[in-house]
């Protein structure tokens, strides 16, 4: 039986979601963002600086 009112939301009324455990996770400080970010990006410059002197080492 389709829902019979005009609010486009009150298909999710019946659902019980706690979404305070995904909201926990969510919120990072900018400081904390801005060091995971620069700690993936050194980890990705050493790995590829890494595969570089491997293939440099290989092909000689």
């Not at 969510?26 to 400081?31: F, G, V």
């Not at 410059?45 to 570089?52: E, G, I, P, R, S």
Request: hydrophobic share 50%; proline share 5%.
């Amino acid at each position: 039986m389709p829902p019979t009112s005009t609010d486009p939301d009150s298909r999710y009324t019946d659902l019980a979601v706690d979404i305070s455990a995904a909201e926990e996770v969510i919120e990072l400080d900018n400081d904390t963002a801005t060091v995971i970010i620069g700690v993936t990006m050194l980890m990705v410059a050493f790995a590829t600086l890494v595969l570089k002197i491997i293939e440099v080492a290989r092909s000689k």
